[in-house]
């Protein structure tokens, strides 16, 4: 002992001893005990200085230069007086355990690995007075354990970036560093620890509160206990809830690969600021809980290449803040089905105090949307061509005091909608047990089954889309724009239903076959695409109230009117061939009411009480029952079956008895034809009675089947140049 300095050279141990002045070791040394080694002044290690599971007590500064390093494993104890100061040799795999505790500032300046500490190693910042902590390369010069325990007011100064790869602990006072990072496994720490950005690499977090820009990194990193964040909080790993409560008093983020896993009841998390989803896919990981914010929400793609939120129906989203709110998504999924295939939220509540809701994106909603009482508005509107479509799989509930608008809503579950909601198009996608509620809609689209709980008016149009097949179920609907069935959409009436259009009929659809009912239509009608899309059966009434309607199928054989009613103000215009399966009424209207450069095949009967108003350029009567036609008609009158006038008709045109089941008999009426008359291909005519009676102005030419005995009675007057009789 005494004053100077004493270097140990060569190889050697280091005994239990204290000693006075300073301690340089440049060879080999390793401490042998018992009792350690207590030094009054500074070590600087050189060479190489094993602890041995020993202590060493420095009563000045600690330091490694040139090659030297330290070995520390298990039982070793280090105590510094002043500065501990790494910038010796590489010490990776030499600080296995141990603790290292330093009373004056610690520094890093050597080497990338001059500091590299592993296993249980634990550095302890202890004192009374202000500490320092300083890393060269913090990147690659890391703690494995690091505690402080400053009691002073100014704490421990972060002057660069650190890394611990285990347990950060603040025992008492506190850390700062403002603008730097510490990346930590694990941080027992409460608001004292203020190093602005945190980067958390462990596995599990059991801090109740951590203050700074926190990363969670690792995957997968799960919460012990309730955490709140004052600040923005980023996850590039896999954040677990695991039954605990996450308050974020910032931002939320996910980024890179990051994710957050929501699978329990209990999981709950409340973001104060913004919430972007830019990370790793969700699918399968939010399936439970509840996550509320308080600003924006916008889901970017990242990694998970469109699935950045992807929520199931039993996760809800919530809506909290005062101030205004918007929603955009940049990978929407827009399929109303049974899950998501790209980003959407489980159910959906709004529940704020105030503020406005803005849909940016269109969205869906795989649960519910419930839109609580406190917002000033929530609007999904957009602009044309870039609308705002939102799609809810279950139910949708609005309160009478927020105004809604939404452009398109599309839904498989029941709606309850508030007085102050509009909703421009809204499609029903579900099945039977989907409820449409009476009232007043905008446009509406069905693309399923549901049913009518009572009479619906749409101030737009009703369409029948695909996959959609609707029956009224005996209600009224009220169409103020047009009605249409369209890619496979069917529309199937029964008797008491009753659809009202103010517009055009279009049914472009798959195979609907009314029943029954009444279709009233103020405008045109128009059948395409499927041969059978419209096909209606007899006791089905299509009714024409407009002033000139047209009338067009594309497949008049395959697609036909049941019975058609024409009670418009001007003439109904057939702009193609048309069928009917059962009568046609005349019910009001002009001279003519009926025109037409096609063939109209009536079922039955056609009644015209006024008589001379059907215009038509040839009308055939295919049924045996018919027998009915109006007292004057201007068209080329065809009969292809056994009828029975019922009434005189003075005819402006030709008539033929045409097919082999074709028999015209007069029953007593008088026929005046002012063009041709025909039978062929097996049709006859038959006159038996004194009061039947034939007058044709044309040329008549019999080569029909044989009129043996149906010729016996009555009056034919042949006004035409020429009379032909021929071989059937």
């Known amino acids: 002992n005494g004053a100077g300095t004493i270097n140990l050279s060569g190889v050697g141990t280091v005994t239990s001893s204290f000693v006075t002045p ?13 009792g350690g080694v207590g030094l009054n002044s500074a070590l600087t290690v050189t060479g190489s200085l094993n602890m041995n599971g020993q202590f060493v007590n420095v009563g000045g500064a ?61 550095v302890v910042l202890f004192s009374s007075n202000p500490q320092t902590l300083t890393m060269a390369t913090p990147t690659t010069a890391t703690f494995q354990n690091l505690t402080f325990s400053n ?41 004292a620890f203020s190093v602005t950005n945190i980067v958390i690499t462990g596995s599990t977090v059991s801090n109740a509160t951590i ?32 039954n605990h409560y996450l308050v974020v008093n910032g931002v939320f983020t996910t980024s890179g690969s990051g994710q957050l896993t929501m699978v329990n009841a209990a999981d709950s998390m409340f973001v104060v600021g913004n919430a972007t989803f830019n990370g790793g896919s969700e699918a399968g ?74 849909f940016n994106s269109p969205s869906h909603v795989h649960g519910a949307l419930h839109v609580n009482a406190g917002a000033s508005s929530v609007t999904a509107v957009g602009t044309p061509g870039n609308q705002r479509l939102m799609f809810v799989h279950d139910s949708t509930v609005t309160v009478a005091s927020v105004p809604v608008h939404i452009s398109r809503l599309g839904t498989k579950g029941n709606i309850s909608l508030g007085a102050l909601t509009v ?76 659809v009202v259009v103010a517009g055009n009929a279009n049914f472009q659809g798959g195979t609907s076959s009314p029943t029954g009912g009444v279709l009233q239509i103020v405008g045109n009608f128009f059948q395409g695409t499927t041969p059978a899309s419209f096909s209606a059966n007899s006791p089905h009434i299509t009714r024409f109230v ?57 079922g039955r009967a056609i009644y015209d009480t006024t008589g001379g108003r059907w215009h038509l350029a040839n009308t055939t009567m295919t049924s045996p029952s018919g027998g ?23 005819l402006t045109g030709n008539v033929s008895s045409s097919g082999a089941s074709a028999s015209l008999d007069l029953n007593g009426h008088r026929l005046r034809v002012s063009g041709t008359f025909t039978t062929s291909a097996g049709g006859v005519l038959k006159m038996i009675h004194a009061t039947d009676s034939l007058v044709v102005h044309g040329n008549a030419t019999f080569q029909g089947g044989s009129t043996a005995g149906l010729l016996t009675n009555g009056y034919f007057e042949f006004d035409g140049a020429t009379f032909t009789q021929g071989v059937n």
């Open 211 to 242: 203050t700074g820009n926190v990363t969670f990194s690792n995957n997968p990193v799960a919460l012990l206990s309730n955490l709140t964040v004052n600040g923005p909080l980023t996850v590039t790993g896999n954040l677990q809830l695991n």
């Open 62 to 122: 600690f330091s490694t230069s040139g090659a030297g390093t330290i070995t520390m494993t298990s039982g070793a104890t280090v105590t510094v007086t002043g500065n501990a100061t790494f910038g010796g040799g590489s010490e990776t795999g030499l600080l296995t355990a141990g603790s290292f505790t330093v009373a004056g500032n610690f520094a890093q300046t050597g080497g990338a690995t001059s500091f590299v500490a592993s296993g249980s190693h634990t």
């Open 22 to 34: 300073n301690l340089i070791v440049s060879g080999t040394y390793t401490v042998v005990g018992p």
């Open 546 to 602: 407009g002033a000139t309607p047209t009338i067009s199928f594309s497949n008049p054989a395959t697609s036909f009117f049941g019975t058609l009613q024409l009670a418009t103000a001007g003439a109904v215009s057939f702009l193609t061939n048309a069928t009917t399966s059962f009568d046609i009424w005349l019910k009001t209207g002009t001279t003519p009411s009926v025109t037409g450069a096609g063939t109209v095949f009536a």
């Open 423 to 498: 909703i421009d198009t809204i499609g029903f996608g579900g099945s039977a047990a989907q409820v449409i509620p009476a009232g007043a809609y905008q446009m509406v689209v069905i693309r399923g089954s549901p049913t009518l709980a009572g009479n619906i008016v749409t101030a737009g149009d009703f369409v029948v889309d695909s996959l959609g097949s609707f029956s009224p179920g005996g209600k009224v609907i009220t169409i103020a724009g047009n009605l249409a069935t369209q890619s496979g959409g069917v529309l199937n009436m029964a008797p008491g239903d009753s």
């Open 151 to 191: 009691s002073n007011a100014g704490g421990v100064l972060a002057v660069t970036d650190f890394t611990a790869t285990g347990q950060v602990n603040l025992a008492a006072g506190t850390v700062s560093g403002a603008g730097l990072t510490a990346t930590v496994g694990y941080l027992i720490a409460g608001s």
């Open 628 to 650: 009915t036609l109006p007292k004057a008609m201007t068209t080329n009158l065809a009969f292809t079956s056994g009828v029975v006038l019922l009434d005189s008709l003075n």
């Open 285 to 358: 990981l939010l399936t439970n809980g509840k996550f509320k914010f308080g600003s924006n929400f916008q889901q970017v793609t990242g990694v998970g290449a469109g699935a950045e939120y992807t929520a199931s129906a039993a996760h809800v989203t919530v809506l909290t803040g005062a101030a205004a709110q918007s929603i955009s998504f940049i990978n929407p999924d827009t399929t109303v089905g049974g899950g998501c295939a790209t980003s959407c939220f489980g159910s959906l509540t709004i529940a704020k105090g105030a503020g406005a809701v803005v």
